[in-house]
């Protein structure tokens, strides 16, 4: 029987309606996922929202540049599929291996200052970005062009989320880049999804910013104050009442100096300029070091404390060796401060068999965490339920502090707990340092 018999042709109308309503919902998932990026400053889902754009757009190339329907349902299910890409907020544009423009969707015209319709067709050439109209357009296509350029994404692997600002006029955006194959899986083109955060790091950086200046004006006074207790807990004239009170108001002031120094370094991180110094460490020298002054403290609250230093001699690593020893006493303070009578502390240092790293682990015998809180651990400001009742002071701020230290080495954090039994915390240290990050880069909003 002929292809083109009333069956056939019924049954192509059928999978070309199945494929535009297919694609349809592709891109209203992409746009509540994008929605959703947007409300909780998160690229995970606007990712999320490229990755099911993909197929959409494949289809899209394929049903609407192709223009391959025939019936007039079909017609109109793709008139419907191209209002969706067209009234999108995201801009979107679709170009072909090289990089030839396919399609430009309404927010694209806008973001770019073009016409579709006197843009599709042409191909976009690095030579065009000295031409003022079309610079931005080719800064987008070939990032590399850009003022200033962020990779989100391992190189290689797709969706390519880049971050790139631009000066003149001030402008954020974040693009997802991904291949689109035909059936046979062979490269036709890319799409672009290209989200204008211009506003939302706008309003991150001036919260970052306030921070910054507010600490950095509570930290000179606040040093006074520390110097002027630190004198008067000093003075033997004191009566034993007065003495408590100036020690603990001595105790205070420095709590309080801690969190101003912990929100000013948050401030660094995030900004990208936190300032590493890497240079080449014996581990077992590092280690024993931080554990001198935490014995001490260990000692006097009744806790245990061992390093369970392994046979065999570990590789050295290279570190910054003031910023991973804020990381390696937050987890021993807090393995001493949440621990319970005589309990114990245990800090071990491992190569890993399968992987070129080293991991450092704190085991303790406290409190432990509720399993439900385990992953808001590493989020600013978060401290659990149990750990809030069994010590009030405390910012919250350490381990997220710990963990963009440890990512900025290369490696990265985890932690094990059991309520009530306790808690083991790692990180890994690559031992190829060609693992370590080649350049701070401010972190995402």
Do not use: C
Request: charged share 20%; net charge neutral.
């Amino acid at each position: 029987m002929s292809g083109s018999s009333p069956e056939n042709k019924a049954n192509g109308a059928t999978q070309n309606k199945q494929s535009l309503y297919f694609a349809i919902g592709l891109l209203v998932g992409a746009i509540i996922l994008g929605f959703l990026g947007v409300v909780f400053s998160n690229w995970i889902f606007p990712l999320a929202g490229a990755i099911f754009s993909v197929g959409a757009i494949f289809l899209v190339y394929d049903l609407i540049l192709k223009a391959g329907a025939t019936t007039s349902g079909v017609s109109l299910e793709r008139n419907q599929l191209k209002s969706i890409i067209s009234t999108m907020d995201d801009a979107l544009l679709v170009y072909d291996q090289n990089f030839k423009v396919l399609f430009l969707n309404g927010s694209s015209e806008r973001l770019f200052g073009l016409k579709s319709a006197d843009f599709v067709g042409k191909q976009i050439d690095p030579k065009l970005a000295e031409n003022s109209v079309l610079r931005r357009l080719v800064q987008v296509v070939f990032p590399s062009l850009a003022p200033s350029m962020i990779s989100r994404s391992p190189s290689g692997k797709y969706p390519q989320v880049v971050d790139l600002s631009f000066d003149d006029p001030y402008l954020e955006l974040r693009t997802f880049t991904s291949p689109i194959t035909d059936e046979s899986g062979n490269l036709v083109g890319f799409m672009k999804i290209i989200r204008d955060r211009t506003r939302e790091v706008s309003l991150s950086k001036e919260k970052t910013e306030f921070v910054t200046v507010t600490s950095h004006q509570l930290r000179t006074p606040l040093t006074h104050v520390v110097w002027g207790l630190e004198a008067i807990t000093k003075e033997p004239t004191l009566s034993p009442e007065m003495s408590a009170l100036a020690q603990n108001a001595y105790a205070s002031a420095i709590q309080l100096r801690e969190i101003v120094e912990d929100l000013l370094n948050i401030s660094r991180i995030e900004e990208g300029r936190f300032g590493y110094q890497f240079q080449k460490m014996n581990l077992f020298g590092f280690i024993e070091e931080i554990l001198k002054p935490a014995s001490e403290t260990a000692r006097q609250l009744g806790i245990k404390i061992l390093f369970d230093r392994p046979a065999e001699q570990l590789p050295e690593v290279t570190i910054d060796p003031q910023k991973l020893s804020m990381v390696l006493s937050n987890l021993i303070d807090n393995a001493i401060r949440y621990n319970v009578k005589n309990g114990e502390v245990i800090v071990s240092a491992k190569k890993l068999s399968d992987a070129p790293y080293v991991e450092i682990s704190v085991r303790d015998t406290g409190i432990g965490i509720p399993p439900e809180e385990v992953q808001k651990l590493f989020v600013k400001f978060f401290r659990a339920s149990n750990a809030l009742k069994f010590a009030t002071e405390g910012s919250g701020l350490g381990l997220y502090i710990a963990q963009n230290i440890v990512r900025a080495h290369g490696g990265s954090m985890r932690v094990e707990s059991e309520l009530g039994r306790g808690s083991i915390f790692s990180f890994t240290l690559p031992v190829d340092t060609s693992l370590i990050p080649p350049k701070e880069v401010p972190l995402e909003y």
